[in-house]
Structures are given as C-alpha cells and as structure tokens.
Nanobody, 127 residues
Framework: QVELVESGGGLVQSGGSLRLSCDASGRTSSIYAMGWFRQAPGKEREFVAALSWTGGSTYYADSVKGRFSVSRDGARDTVRLQMNSLKPENTARYFC????????????????????WGRGTQVTVRA
C-alpha cells in the first residue's frame, strides 16, 4: 500500500505563488505515475497535473499550463507542484494521487482512475 501526505497549502494573494509537496511512503517502488487534482466547494473534482515516475514526462490541464509545474524530488519519493500567478479561481483543496498501474500510467492519472489518494491541502487565493 502507498500512503500520500500533502503539505504546502495556505493563503496567498492573487498573483502570488505556492509550492505543494506530496510525500509518498509504503510501497513506493510500485508507483508508476503521480499527480494532482483539486476540488473547490460545490464543484467537481478536476485534474491539474501528472508526472510519470519512470520517464519523467508531464501533463497539465489547459487551465494551468504555463503557470503550474509538477516535478519529482529525485532523492526522495516526493512530488511537488509549483503554482505561480495564482488566481482566486484556483482556490480549492488540492489532492495528491498515485497509480500503481504500469500500463498507460499517465492516462490513469489524467482520467481520474488513481488508486491512491492523499487527504489534501487547502489553497486559498485572495483577490
């Protein structure tokens, strides 16, 4: 089993930046891709970013391209989400996800079929 713990959320002014981290523990050798989702109050959960754990390829939602960047800490089982130029509409609870499916692992993440979820961290962007 893989456990995911997010950190780094908080309150920021519009145009500011935050960096989220997600620490994976447990059977991390079985992870093939990780990513981030978010959910705002009253809205559906939406995909934000994905990262292949093996090849390092990344994929982003159109709404965050050019502003958000997902990366892996090579020395640790940690994935980070650097968020720049934040907007009030980015306010949401951000969840880290991981998949242990080797086949089409990025697609598993982007289509919301991950089997491992963190509890989330709140990001609030004030206008």
């Amino acid at each position: 089993q893989v456990e995911l713990v997010e950190s780094g959320g908080g309150l920021v002014q519009s145009g500011g930046s935050l960096r989220l981290s997600c620490d994976a523990s447990g059977r991390t050798s079985s992870i093939y891709a990780m990513g981030w989702f978010r959910q705002a109050p009253g809205k559906e959960r939406e995909f934000v970013a994905a990262l292949s754990w093996t090849g390092g390829s990344t994929y982003y939602a159109d709404s965050v391209k050019g502003r958000f960047s997902v990366s892996r800490d090579g020395a640790r089982d940690t994935v980070r989400l650097q968020m720049n130029s934040l907007k009030p509409e980015n306010t949401a609870r951000y969840f880290c996800v991981a998949t242990q499916w080797a086949l089409n692992s990025i697609a598993v993440v982007t289509t919301d079929h991950c089997d491992c979820w963190g509890r989330g961290t709140q990001v609030t962007v004030r206008a």
